[in-house]
């Protein structure tokens, strides 16, 4: 809500009321902040339906774009590598998931639908439906889901 009201205070005309909603955002930023762990600044592109499951930890960069319909977990980050590069942040498609702990670094793409291991360091892109685990970071197979019929016969075989 916070971030949803900074946008609206970019549209506003009068210098003055524009100085004192930055006030008023930069102090309800911060309790956010404080009261969630969770920095998202203003200047961050965040797509439709952002699902943050487990907060705490959580910092996302100013450059940082994120699709729609993604999933962040707790303790990630996406921001940038490297002090001379200050601008250099993470773009994410949409449908991704990020899980516990990952770190984004850099000017890195993910791809639509692409999956972010628990823990992973991801230096470099991730192509649109990949899997990528690791420090630092490697692209897997995603393993096939088993067809109706096998989930059949692994139930009957069970009892």
């Known amino acids: 809500?916070?971030?949803?009201?900074?946008?609206a205070r970019r549209g506003c005309k009068m210098p003055v009321l524009?100085?004192?909603?930055?006030?008023?955002?930069?102090?309800?930023?911060?309790?956010?902040?404080?009261?969630t762990g969770i920095?998202?600044?203003?200047y961050a592109t965040i797509g439709r339906r952002l699902n943050i499951e487990h907060f705490g930890g959580?910092?996302?960069?100013?450059?940082?774009?994120?699709?729609?319909?993604?999933?962040?977990?707790?303790g990630v980050?996406?921001?940038?590598?490297r002090n001379d590069q200050p601008l250099d942040a993470p773009i994410l498609g949409d449908r991704v998931e990020v899980g516990a702990g990952?770190?984004?670094?850099?000017?890195?793409?993910?791809?639509?639908?692409?999956?972010?291991?628990?823990?992973?360091?991801?230096?470099?892109?991730?192509?649109?439906?990949?899997t990528a685990v690791g420090v630092p970071a490697r692209i897997v197979e995603r393993a096939a889901a088993p067809v109706l019929a096998d989930l059949e016969e692994m139930r009957d075989a069970r009892f």
């Open 1 to 7: 809500m916070v971030y949803r009201l900074a946008h």
């Open 18 to 35: 524009a100085f004192c909603w930055k006030i008023l955002n930069l102090c309800l930023q911060k309790m956010v902040e404080v009261a």
């Open 39 to 42: 920095t998202l600044p203003e």
């Open 58 to 74: 959580i910092i996302i960069h100013g450059a940082t774009v994120i699709g729609d319909d993604c999933v962040l977990r707790q």
């Open 77 to 81: 980050t996406l921001g940038n590598k």
């Open 102 to 130: 990952a770190k984004i670094l850099g000017r890195v793409r993910i791809g639509n639908d692409a999956l972010i291991g628990a823990n992973a360091v991801v230096l470099c892109d991730v192509p649109a439906g990949a």
